[in-house]
């Protein structure tokens, strides 16, 4: 699928990968990893891996091969690092957190856990929110269920009070989660070492 520009994402045709590490927890475990390639014209490949681990746990996370290509190192850095961790958010329904990578003064990618849904649209972009809660069964909403917290309306984007933003999908879907992961973690990094332009779209 194509994500922005020249920028797609494709589930590789190879079998699933096993592997050994540490979960979002800190706890060892086996994982079984569904691999996506993101690719940009006239750049190395990236590989996304959406881990399963066999502890119940499960992350999206850009994986760090044994050779990795030569790149700037807000990128390099990226690998292996700000995964994303995915969990049951209701029956039939899972969640992963939106928070979206930015780049600090010494070129290491940070992220941003609280952000007004209005801050949240600037940093993502207002229409590709859009898009990916576009997708069957898809939303966007407050982490966590709190009387105290605005509404989340892409419609009418509130910019009074940070909070922690997820995106809801259903549990059969293996396609949002990545596109997410590469839209909020990914994209930022990309269009700040130059490889996307700030308004590619």
């Given at each position: 699928?194509?994500?922005?520009?020249?920028?797609?994402?494709?589930?590789?045709?190879?079998?699933?990968?096993?592997?050994?590490?540490?979960?979002?927890?800190?706890?060892?475990?086996?994982?079984s990893a569904v691999e996506w390639d993101l690719c940009l014209s006239g750049q190395p490949p990236l590989t996304v891996h959406d881990n399963h681990w066999?502890?119940?746990?499960?992350?999206?996370?850009?994986?760090?091969?044994?050779?990795?290509?030569?790149?700037?190192?807000?990128?390099?850095?990226?690998?292996?690092?700000?995964?994303?961790?995915?969990?049951?958010?209701?029956?039939?329904?899972?969640?992963?957190?939106?928070?979206?990578?930015?780049?600090?003064?010494?070129?290491?990618?940070?992220?941003?856990?609280?952000?007004?849904?209005?801050?949240?649209?600037?940093?993502?972009?207002?229409?590709?929110?859009?898009?990916?809660?576009?997708?069957?069964?898809?939303?966007?909403?407050?982490?966590?269920?709190?009387?105290?917290?605005?509404?989340?309306?892409?419609?009418?984007?509130?910019?009074?009070?940070?909070?922690?933003?997820?995106?809801?999908?259903?549990?059969?879907?293996?396609?949002?989660?990545?596109?997410?992961?590469?839209?909020?973690?990914?994209?930022?990094?990309?269009?700040?070492?130059?490889?996307?332009?700030?308004?590619?779209?």
């Amino acid at each position: 699928m194509r994500l922005l520009n020249d920028l797609t994402l494709a589930r590789s045709s190879g079998k699933r990968i096993d592997k050994t590490g540490r979960t979002c927890s800190g706890e060892m475990s086996r994982a079984s990893a569904v691999e996506w390639d993101l690719c940009l014209s006239g750049q190395p490949p990236l590989t996304v891996h959406d881990n399963h681990w066999v502890n119940g746990e499960r992350d999206v996370v850009l994986f760090k091969p044994t050779v990795v290509p030569e790149m700037p190192a807000a990128l390099s850095n990226l690998h292996n690092r700000l995964r994303s961790g995915i969990s049951a958010s209701a029956p039939g329904e899972l969640r992963i957190m939106v928070f979206p990578t930015h780049v600090d003064t010494h070129g290491r990618p940070r992220i941003r856990r609280s952000l007004t849904t209005a801050d949240l649209a600037d940093a993502v972009g207002l229409r590709h929110l859009g898009e990916l809660v576009s997708r069957k069964g898809v939303r966007l909403g407050a982490a966590f269920d709190r009387p105290d917290l605005p509404p989340v309306d892409l419609y009418d984007p509130q910019h009074e009070k940070p909070l922690q933003h997820a995106v809801f999908f259903p549990a059969a879907d293996e396609e949002t989660p990545v596109v997410a992961f590469a839209r909020f973690r990914i994209v930022p990094v990309l269009r700040h070492i130059g490889w996307l332009s700030p308004d590619a779209g």
